[in-house]
Nanobody, 120 residues
Framework: QAQLVESGGGLVQPGGSLRLSCAAS????????LAWYRQAPGKERELVAS???????KYADSVRGRFTIAKDNAKNTMYLLMSSVKPEDAAVYYC??????????????WGQGTQVTVSS
């Protein structure tokens, strides 16, 4: 019954910055994993960054040092802070949340995606 809604996508110039947001309808602290994925045209969806157990952060090699994943528990929102954007960063970005164990088993939910276009 939880929902994730992404926002903040749009056009950004190479080298520019963008902040993506993902608002959850439930308390995000209850999720074991929060993550951002992206999918470029003709490519498979790939993991960009994740937070597990509230603080264990991982990044894809391609974005490490340029992107930052963050969360605001009070606002039930997670963010992807993108800087030094490259043309290859263009993709649809999806937020993702997972609760590892529930009464009904593992629970996974995806946002609807937000388009990031990189162009000068």
């Amino acid at each position: 019954q939880a929902q994730l809604v992404e926002s903040g996508g749009g056009l950004v110039q190479p080298g520019g910055s963008l902040r993506l947001s993902c608002a959850a309808s439930k308390t995000i602290s209850r999720f074991d994993t929060l993550a951002w994925y992206r999918q470029a045209p003709g490519k498979e969806r790939e993991l960009v960054a994740s937070i597990s157990n509230g603080a264990n952060i991982k990044y894809a090699d391609s974005v490490r040092g340029r992107f930052t994943i963050a969360k605001d528990n009070a606002k039930n929102t997670m963010y992807l802070l993108m800087s030094s954007v490259k043309p290859e960063d263009a993709a649809v970005y999806y937020c993702y949340a997972e609760r590892w164990v529930t009464v009904e088993g593992p629970f996974r939910i995806w946002g609807q995606g937000t388009q990031v276009t990189v162009s000068s």
